[in-house]
């Protein structure tokens, strides 16, 4: 059984939107940087739903000359090595969930024949002449812009509203803090199971370290840490941070401290001149449009 772990206000408006997803047929729509658990959200979906498979399609992983045959099969003889038929992708989840990851990857030129699918629920597999019918539950998921890509015209207007039912929002780990302890303790139980090493713990440093760590690689990378932490433990608790990470944490903190100092300089500034903006900005070397902006930034009250 697929679940999400977390107490976050984000993870627990999801398991939320879950819930009510699965009474009914609307598609949905996954969001989120890469590593943030997409498809644990999708495969959550599929375990309310019950029935069928769930089938999961990789759309930057195929060709636009093989989408078709991808997704709807073929026939013995529709071309060269096709030596008996093959069922596709959207028969295989029949009654089930159809996962189209990375849909934000699709070609162009490819995007009408899966909004016809999802228009009409039916389908000729290739080679063929039979029209079938399709029926199974759609969920997407992307880490791209749709709405920017529409704009763009690099993805279709009709096809983005067809696959957007119910958008689901996962934030990137370093939005929700709060779910680090809890996922450093259900990854560190998995793989102290695996590799028999029972009793490991994290210490209370390496923890808040962790919280104050950017987490680019979301939770897919917080779970190689702590296997590679579980596997390399001497000790009973685990204190060891990546140099990689610490340096980031660092670059993290001084370029806070840069921003930290050039508010209390301009706080300073707009206080010696009595809160007037050409003679502070005429000091500080910048436009006045640029003092206006850095006071809205750092909510500096005037």
Not at 208 to 218: A, C
Not at 273 to 296: H, V
Request: a positive charge.
């Amino acid at each position: 059984m697929f679940s999400l772990t977390g107490n976050s206000k984000n993870i627990i408006d999801i398991k939320r939107l879950i819930n009510r997803a699965a009474e009914y047929q609307l598609p949905v729509l996954i969001t989120g940087e890469c590593g943030t658990g997409k498809e644990v959200v999708a495969r959550s979906i599929y375990s309310k739903k019950g029935s069928g498979e769930f089938v999961a399609v990789n759309c930057s992983a195929i060709p636009k000359e093989l989408v078709e045959s991808e997704l709807f099969g073929y026939e013995k003889g529709a071309f060269t090595g096709a030596n008996s038929n093959k069922k596709g992708k959207v028969e295989a989840a029949e009654k089930g969930v159809l996962f189209l990851d990375e849909i934000g990857e699709l070609e162009l030129s490819v995007q009408p024949k899966l909004l016809r699918l999802l228009q009409e629920m039916e389908y000729t597999p290739v080679g063929s002449t039979k029209i079938k019918k399709a029926d199974f539950r759609l969920v997407c998921a992307t880490n791209r812009d749709l709405h920017k890509m529409v704009k763009q015209g690099s993805f279709r207007e009709d096809l983005f509203y067809r696959i957007n039912g119910l958008t689901i929002n996962v934030l990137p780990l370093r939005e929700r803090v709060k779910d680090i302890p809890v996922l450093l303790e259900l990854f560190l139980k998995k793989y102290s199971d695996i590799y028999n090493k029972k009793g490991l713990t994290f210490s209370e440093k390496t923890v808040r370290s962790l919280k104050e760590y950017d987490w680019p690689g979301n939770v897919r990378q917080l779970q190689t840490y702590v296997e590679r932490e579980v596997c390399f433990a001497d000790d009973k608790i685990i204190s060891h941070i990546p140099d990689s990470m610490l340096i980031s944490k660092r670059n993290k903190e001084r370029t806070f401290d840069l921003k930290q100092i050039e508010k209390e300089t301009i706080i300073r500034c707009m206080k010696k001149n009595k809160n007037n903006i050409k003679l502070s900005s005429e000091l500080l070397g910048i436009s006045r449009a640029s003092l206006y902006r850095k006071i809205k930034e750092y909510d500096i009250e005037v």
